[in-house]
Each structure stands twice: as structure tokens, then as C-alpha cells.
T-cell receptor, first 114, second 113 residues
Framework: AQSVTQLGSHVSVSEGALVLLRCNYSSSVPPYLFWYVQYPNQGLQLLLKYTSAATLVKGINGFEAEFKKSETSFHLTKPSAHMSDAAEYFCAVSDSGANSKLTFGKGITLSVRP | GAGVSQTPSNKVTEKGKYVELRCDPISGHTALYWYRQSLGQGPEFLIYFQGTGAADDSGLPNDRFFAVRPEGSVSTLKIQRTERGDSAVYLC???FGPGDEAFFGQGTRLTVV
């Protein structure tokens, strides 16, 4: 069985500050890991995914995430927050490269203060 | 349209009634997924179609829930004898194949009163 833990439900940062959204996973097999973003009134959009090719994954809009097996973590970061980054972020795990059966975390709402 | 389309966007129904939720995937996408997102939670997998067949329906919560994709394109999620606990946003996603990026629709918000 797989699971994802996203601690906390809300993160607030100032514009220009570092964004760090935490994700820890549990998986009995080598995992495939994903970060999705959901802007208000829009569908989920894939930010980035880890499929074992490289531990540091770069995604869209300046986001990146690092897979750390020893810590079972896949935290999402962005060096400098922009107002447009305000959204809900979901971490997800799959037991294969397929997106066929994703297990999502509860999500984290990111607020960006001017 | 260019994206995954779900209709209706909102549905209010009375407890015990039957509802159908529709998903139009992106043209050419053979894989289609249904998820359910309850308030304050992440999406929860329901069922996955590859073509016309349900490749994995392990997420359907009980036999009141059923989904079809008869021609390998449009899919309908059917809920019988709705209960208040069925209230949630139902998300549909599609991809070219099971290993490709899944694109999500905006969802159908179902409210059972």
C-alpha cells in the first residue's frame, strides 16, 4: 500500500521568499512521485514528476523537487515566490510510471503575501 | 475542446436519487480515470479505463457506483441511491496512455441533500 503525507494544510510566504512544501511518502516498491497544482476554478495541473531518472526534478514555473530515498521525502521548492503561485498543491505517489492509479496527499494551500 | 470536459459542473440531487456524471476526454487519449475529492482531502482514485474496458476499478467504494466507456471515448460515472456521503467533487482525467501525463477536468461538484 502507498500513502502520502503532507504536513499542515496552509503555508504563507512573502513574495520573493523561498517556497518549501513538504511531502513524505510510503511505498513498498520504488515509487513514482508527482506534484500537482490546482489554481482556483481550474483542474489539476502536473508540475513535475519523479520516475527514477534523476533525483532532482525540475518542473514548470520555476518549481523543483528532490527525491530523497533515505528520508522518504519529495519536497517541492521554489527560490522566489510570485503572487501567481498562490494555489493548492498536491503530492501524489504511484507504484508505476503510469498515472493510472495515483494516491494523493491532502494538499497544501499556498498563500503569497505582497 | 482542447481539454477534458466534465458535465455538469454542479449537480444537486436528493438522497436516494440516481445521477450520471459525464466526462469527455481529450481526443485521442485512450486512458481515462475517475477520482473523487471530498472537502479538505486530496483526490481519491475510483476507476481507470484503458480503451473501453475498466482496467482497474478497485477504488469504487461500493456497488452503487458504476462507470462505463462504451466507445472508448466519453465516460459516464453512475451513482445509484445517492447518499449524503457521496457529496464531493468528481474529477476525470485522461492521457494518451497509462505512462503519459494525465490531464484533469475541472470536475463535477455533486451535492446530495
Amino acid at each position: 500500500a502507498q500513502s502520502v503525507t503532507q504536513l499542515g494544510s496552509h503555508v504563507s510566504v512573502s513574495e520573493g521568499a523561498l517556497v518549501l512544501l513538504r511531502c513524505n511518502y510510503s511505498s513498498s516498491v520504488p515509487p513514482y512521485l508527482f506534484w500537482y497544482v490546482q489554481y482556483p476554478n481550474q483542474g489539476l495541473q502536473l508540475l513535475l514528476k519523479y520516475t527514477s531518472a534523476a533525483t532532482l526534478v525540475k518542473g514548470i514555473n520555476g518549481f523543483e523537487a528532490e527525491f530523497k530515498k533515505s528520508e522518504t521525502s519529495f519536497h517541492l521548492t521554489k527560490p522566489s515566490a510570485h503572487m501567481s503561485d498562490a494555489a493548492e498543491y498536491f503530492c501524489a505517489v504511484s507504484d508505476s510510471g503510469a498515472n493510472s492509479k495515483l494516491t494523493f496527499g491532502k494538499g497544501i494551500t499556498l498563500s503569497v503575501r505582497p | 475542446g482542447a481539454g477534458v470536459s466534465q458535465t455538469p459542473s454542479n449537480k444537486v440531487t436528493e438522497k436516494g436519487k440516481y445521477v450520471e456524471l459525464r466526462c469527455d476526454p481529450i481526443s485521442g487519449h485512450t486512458a481515462l480515470y475517475w477520482y473523487r475529492q471530498s472537502l479538505g482531502q486530496g483526490p481519491e482514485f475510483l476507476i481507470y479505463f484503458q480503451g473501453t474496458g475498466a482496467a482497474d476499478d478497485s477504488g469504487l467504494p461500493n456497488d452503487r457506483f458504476f462507470a462505463v466507456r462504451p466507445e472508448g471515448s466519453v465516460s459516464t460515472l453512475k451513482i445509484q441511491r445517492t447518499e449524503r456521503g457521496d457529496s464531493a467533487v468528481y474529477l476525470c482525467a485522461s492521457s494518451f496512455g497509462p505512462g503519459d501525463e494525465a490531464f484533469f477536468g475541472q470536475g463535477t461538484r455533486l451535492t446530495v441533500v
